[in-house]
Nanobody, 120 residues
Framework: QVQLVESGGGLVQPGGSLRLSCVAS????????MAWFRQVPGKERELAAA???????NYADSVKGRFTISRDNAKNTVYLQMNSLNPEDTALYYC??????????????WGQGTQVTVSS
């Protein structure tokens, strides 16, 4: 009922920036928390940043001061602005949204992921 599509990943040099986007579509009534996770092979998926419906945010210590999460409720979209990227940020980035559908059911929806590679 709800699909998430990420975009904006790619190859960037250390110190560079990228902006990820994730758009939700389908039978959406409301979206609560939106979040970005990341995962590298052999490791567990970890939370990078989250933003609640009221706008409160939280970040992993490893990205604080470099990443900024934001949302556009009118567009059902969440963004992740990533600055001062370093090779340790290389990962597959996933967005997740907690969505109330028009049928008033609550879903936790995940995107397919977008690859971010930081390398010279």
């Amino acid at each position: 009922q709800v699909q998430l599509v990420e975009s904006g990943g790619g190859l960037v040099q250390p110190g560079g920036s990228l902006r990820l986007s994730c758009v939700a579509s389908g039978s959406i009534f409301s979206i609560y928390t939106m979040a970005w996770f990341r995962q590298v092979p052999g490791k567990e998926r970890e939370l990078a940043a989250a933003i609640r419906g009221g706008g409160n945010t939280n970040y992993a210590d490893s990205v604080k001061g470099r990443f900024t999460i934001s949302r556009d409720n009118a567009k059902n979209t969440v963004y992740l602005q990533m600055n001062s990227l370093n090779p340790e940020d290389t990962a597959l980035y996933y967005c997740r949204m907690n969505v109330m559908t028009t049928a008033r059911t609550l879903f936790e929806s995940w995107g397919q992921g977008t690859q971010v590679t930081v390398s010279s």
